[in-house]
């Protein structure tokens, strides 16, 4: 995926959270919601922001391993690269 199409999906997926962020003050405000509706809204708002740190890190991992090694990978860049996915994971 090409650098812009990955920064445009991105940007759309966080639009899309951020209306879903919106809808659950809607939800909230209005009072005629049930918990249970504003729980899944904010379960998948969960789904969805994963989903933008996978990309995200895909494309980290991208740019650091790949596109700036210059065909060798250092110790030290797969170590980086190792502890930014950690630490997404926890």
Same mark, same amino acid.
């Given at each position: @995926?090409?650098?812009?199409?990955a920064?445009?999906?991105i940007?759309?997926?966080?639009?899309?959270?951020?209306?879903?962020? !919106?809808?659950?003050?809607? @939800?909230?405000?209005?009072d005629?919601?049930?918990?249970?509706?504003i729980?899944?809204?904010?379960?998948?708002? #969960?789904?969805? +922001?994963? #989903? +933008?740190?996978l990309?995200i890190?895909?494309?980290?991992?991208?740019?650091?391993? =790949? &596109?700036?090694?210059? !065909? &060798?990978?250092?110790?030290?860049?797969? &170590?980086? +690269?190792?502890?930014? =996915? +950690?630490?997404?994971?926890?």
């Amino acid at each position: @995926m090409s650098k812009e199409k990955a920064k445009k999906d991105i940007l759309n997926r966080l639009k899309t959270i951020k209306g879903h962020i !919106g809808g659950i003050e809607k @939800m909230i405000e209005g009072d005629d919601k049930s918990c249970e509706d504003i729980l899944i809204q904010i379960a998948a708002i #969960r789904s969805s +922001v994963h #989903r +933008v740190g996978l990309l995200i890190l895909e494309k980290y991992a991208d740019d650091c391993l =790949i &596109e700036n090694c210059n !065909g &060798e990978i250092s110790k030290e860049d797969l &170590e980086k +690269v190792l502890s930014t =996915i +950690v630490k997404f994971a926890k």
